[in-house]
């Protein structure tokens, strides 16, 4: 066998199992052996890896939204007033675990906000518990519309996606304050108002990461 | 649910398997792109492409291929096209590579780096080289050696042969080969630069 022909048997038969003629030329041609060896330990480090890569949750939410915006996906009402006021959004959430989890945590910090302050604070932290949040919400909404466009200089689909997925967070967020205001009592109506704020700030972050802008 | 149950009931517009075949599918299409592309903003603009275009369609997937193939198909052909866009003009997808003519062989190796012995080439190299790689090359590697499909289900995806197949990836490994020992080489340049000046300044 010439080198040519191991070229050849490389390319139609891969590098195993090697055929007798193969191998017997590989014991003789260093060039090949060479090239053998460094191809083999190329395709081994290849196998190593990954697969599989988890892609960031935004884009599924982008993709469903679109699917939803466009009828695709079906039983989603284009009018939110014919729905429940909250229904429309909480498919979002349905299979979130970390909703549950996030609504835990604002719990606990809370209750240790209100255990720790003076009564005239917990009177005040009573009323408005969500302040803290809706301040840090709103610095990082303007600097976020103060950070130049992505560097392709061009609006992409996900960075669409990004903006419409915060306009309806917002107004959903708007439709759950007014709901809290009306009704403090009403216990769902402040779970969705906490679940809808860690999705916004999900949402801040992924923008601010891929450099987008609210303009 | 299974695939086939989450598949019949998407095309009726069901919510729950959309989300059931995107979460069955989509670490795989996200390292596809990944690789393809190398920067992550790239990747998930093309993942959302790829997955949209293939829920608007399918409702016309009859089962003749398998759900990922054409799946696979989908994101591959959307990856092309924006690579195609960005590619200039005078270079063409592939490269040819053309073995020795004096001898036939794969390659003169005179000294050229042993990328084995050196212990030179991880997992960062083999990255880099692979995305320097031609588009045609480089899904056709990445397929098979990164994501293991065989070249049947390679061929479905890129609408080639199977002989087609295992002529890409053999060129491909040819390259890569090459693209790194080419790395190995600036690498030591670079040391041997930087010891120089170190030697320099010493005296």
């Known amino acids: 066998m010439q080198c040519r022909e191991l070229d050849v048997f490389f390319e139609e038969e891969g590098l195993a199992p090697l055929s007798a003629a193969a191998r017997q030329h590989l014991s003789e041609c260093h060039a090949c052996k ?148 009306e009704v403090p009592s009403d216990e769902l109506a402040r779970e969705y108002l906490t679940n809808a704020y860690q999705q916004k700030a999900q949402l801040l972050s992924a923008m601010m990461d891929r450099g987008g802008s609210l303009n | 649910m299974s695939e086939a149950d989450a598949i019949r009931l998407a095309q009726g517009g069901d919510a729950a398997a959309f989300e059931f075949l995107y979460r069955l599918h989509g670490r795989r299409v996200y390292a596809l792109c990944l690789r393809m592309v190398g920067n992550p903003s790239d990747a998930e603009d093309l993942m959302q492409e790829a997955f949209l275009q293939l829920f608007r369609k399918i409702g016309t997937f009859r089962g003749e291929s398998a759900f990922s193939t054409w799946l696979h198909r989908m994101t591959v052909n959307v990856v092309l096209m924006r690579l195609r866009k960005k590619t200039l003009p005078v270079a ?35 990255e880099r080289s692979i995305e320097k790689l031609p588009p045609g090359y480089r899904t056709v ?63």
Request: net charge negative; glycine share 6%.
């Open chain 2, 141 to 203: 590697f990445v397929l098979h050696d990164v994501q293991g499909y065989e070249h049947n289900e390679i061929a479905d995806i890129m609408g080639c042969s199977v002989g087609n197949s295992k002529s890409q990836l053999h060129k491909a490994r040819t390259r890569l080969r090459d693209l790194l020992q080419e790395e190995v080489r600036e690498q030591a340049r670079n040391e041997r630069q930087i010891a120089k000046t170190q030697t320099g300044q010493a005296d």
């Open chain 2, 92 to 126: 063409s997808l592939e490269e040819t590579t053309e073995p020795d003519e004096e001898t036939g062989g794969p390659r003169k190796d005179i000294g050229a780096p042993d990328l084995l012995l050196t212990g030179a080439v991880d997992r960062v190299n083999l």
């Open chain 1, 34 to 181: 060479h090239f053998f060896d460094d191809v083999t330990g190329i395709v081994a480090l290849a196998h190593q890896l990954p697969a599989e890569v988890d892609p960031p949750e935004h884009i599924w939410i982008s993709i469903r939204t679109e699917l939803i915006r466009e009828g695709t996906i079906r039983g989603f009402s284009s009018e939110r007033a014919a729905a429940p006021w909250w229904q429309s959004f909480a498919e979002l959430f349905r299979s979130r675990t970390w909703a549950t989890a996030a609504v835990a945590m604002v719990i606990i910090v809370v209750a240790f906000m209100l255990g720790s302050k003076p009564r005239e604070q917990v009177m005040q932290v009573q009323e408005d518990p969500y302040s803290s949040t809706v301040t840090a919400l709103s610095q990082q909404e303007h600097d976020l519309a103060s950070m130049q466009l992505a560097s392709t200089g061009e609006t992409s689909a996900v960075d669409a996606s990004l903006r419409q997925n915060l306009q309806q967070v917002n107004e959903f967020i708007a439709d759950c304050e007014r709901r809290v205001r």
